[in-house]
């Protein structure tokens, strides 16, 4: 059963500096993500971002799992956030705290909304770091894909993982 619902920023940020392998080795059979937010990965897809592709494929694969809304309680919480939040993002806080998944996103509103409604949040520091501790990756690997996170556009509130770990 997932524990972890994932938002695209975070899914991206991975799939861009082909690091979907941590996310994989870290949360295989325990990973899903929302079906709208796997229409925002074909929409990249189709603007030029090939890279997103690893997604599609996680998902094809299975060890990353697309849910959709179970419940009326479920798309009641997703209307709800979607005057604020983007859908993919009000999918995935509507589920993970249906069913009490971790929500990981990077997105400052939408981790506001989830502590609102005391949903559990990690976003990608806080998955570097697991991966570290996990000895999936080390500190330099760690350090490596955060700065090509960083000079792509990710807006860290670390500049090195060294701050924290």
Known sequence: MPEVIFDS???S?????EGMHILKKLYAGRACTTDFVRLEILKGIHSGHEKLAEINQAIKD???????FKSRREKAIFEKLSTSLGSGEASC???AH????LFASDDRAAREEASVLTVKITGTIGILLRGIKKKVIDLNEGERLLKLMIKAGFFSPIRSL???A
């Not at 299975?62 to 959709?68: F, N, P, S, Y």
């Not at 249906?98 to 998944?101: E, H, N, Q, T, V």
């Open 162 to 164: 060294r701050e924290i």
């Open 93 to 95: 806080i509507a589920i």
């Open 13 to 17: 940020n991975f799939a861009l500096m």
């Open 62 to 68: 299975g060890w990353l799992e697309e849910r959709a």
């Open 9 to 11: 920023c975070v899914l």
């Open 98 to 101: 249906s069913r009490g998944y």
